[in-house]
């Protein structure tokens, strides 16, 4: 391989590599929070009062934990008993104090 081809090649290695970390960011942000979708423990933060951050909540569908979802999903997110994901903190589904 001559020094040109060896140029050539390495310019389009880069020029995919800086591509594929510019779409990993795109993605990343492309998720918004959903309140009353996650788990018992598996929320990613805001599990309410007496609780630090991801994998706090203790009730299924805590309403004041929230979830990454992708964007413009949460609203459609229908879960069993007739409950619904939220764009901010609920009411419903709170621990016992």
């Known amino acids: 391989m001559n ?5 050539a090649l ?3 290695l880069l020029t995919a590599v800086s591509g594929l ?8 942000d492309a998720t918004e929070k959903c309140y009353g979708v996650a788990l018992a423990g598996q929320n ?3 599990a309410g009062p007496g609780t630090t951050c991801a994998g706090t909540s203790v009730i299924d ?3 004041n934990a929230w979830k990454a979802v992708p964007a ?8 069993e008993g007739g409950r619904t994901g939220s764009l901010e903190a609920l009411d ?4 016992q104090a």
């Open 72 to 79: 413009g999903t949460c609203l459609t997110i229908s879960l």
């Open 10 to 12: 390495a310019a389009s």
């Open 61 to 63: 569908y805590q309403g």
């Open 92 to 95: 419903r589904d709170l621990p």
């Open 44 to 46: 990613d933060c805001a």
């Open 21 to 28: 970390s510019v779409q990993g960011a795109v993605a990343q």
């Open 3 to 7: 020094r040109r081809t060896s140029l």
